[in-house]
Nanobody, 123 residues
Framework: QVQLVESGGGPVQAGRSLRLSCAAS????????MGWFRQAPGKEREVIAS???????DYADSVKGRFAISRDKAKNTLYLQMNSLKPEDTATYYC?????????????????WGQGTQVTVSS
């Protein structure tokens, strides 16, 4: 089992930055695929950023160039640096993790989820 706890959300004005953190605990002694998702009211949850065990990253078009996913493996912590925030970025943000296949490959499905942190961007 892996437990994930997000932090760093809150209210922010458009154009400003926030950094979300996701602390992992539990059975972390293996390679994981990790991602950030968000869900706005009335909308489906969407993946916005992911990182594989080789630290290759991928982003949704809506955040590409503004958000950056990274992780500190020594601290078992995943980050999402969010710059140039827009009101449409308002959502609950979740981190997720899934054991990598053969320690390398991500299947695009996540078994472990955090409880979410709210980000509210005002214009």
């Amino acid at each position: 089992q892996v437990q994930l706890v997000e932090s760093g959300g809150g209210p922010v004005q458009a154009g400003r930055s926030l950094r979300l953190s996701c602390a992992a605990s539990g059975y972390t002694d293996r390679a994981y695929c990790m991602g950030w998702f968000r869900q706005a009211p009335g909308k489906e949850r969407e993946v916005i950023a992911s990182v594989d065990p080789s630290d290759r990253t991928d982003y949704a078009d809506s955040v590409k160039g503004r958000f950056a996913i990274s992780r500190d493996k020594a601290k078992n912590t995943l980050y999402l640096q969010m710059n140039s925030l827009k009101p449409e970025d308002t959502a609950t943000y979740y981190c997720a993790a899934d054991p990598a296949i053969a320690g390398l490959y991500c299947r695009g499905h996540y078994n472990y989820w955090g409880q979410g942190t709210q980000v509210t961007v005002s214009s």
